[in-house]
Nanobody, 122 residues
């Protein structure tokens, strides 16, 4: 299984980015998917998850109303649209495949991407 994130970069506060995660080696639409992030010196936190068919989504309070998770099962790709970015959104962003449901703990995930860096700074 391989998960490859892309779309990170440097953006000014208030700006937007869309991250992508392309999966291979698994039946993508069998699995819920999640986005995590980890800032320096902080624990990895789940920011959003989406059910296998995309009908259920969940967001951390810190990103609710600004980030939108989506998926295209035909393309084996997971997305997160990030708007109104803040300096505190600066982190490495990871996509992950859970063992079962969208757990809030990193222990609930069996596959991880390598991450893509998002830096929000003026």
């Amino acid at each position: 299984v391989q998960l490859v994130e892309s779309g990170g970069g440097l953006v000014q506060p208030g700006g937007s980015l869309r991250l992508s995660c392309t999966a291979s080696g698994l039946t993508f639409d069998d699995y819920a998917m999640a986005w995590f992030r980890q800032a320096p010196g902080k624990e990895r936190e789940r920011i959003s998850c989406i059910s296998a068919r995309g009908g259920y989504t969940r967001y951390a309070d810190s990103v609710k109303g600004r980030f939108t998770i989506s998926r295209d099962n035909a393309k084996n790709t997971l997305y997160v649209q990030m708007n109104s970015l803040k300096p505190e959104d600066t982190a490495m962003y990871y996509c992950a495949v859970p063992y079962d449901y969208c757990s809030g703990s990193t222990l609930g995930y069996k596959y991880w991407g390598q991450g893509t860096q998002v830096t929000v700074s003026s």
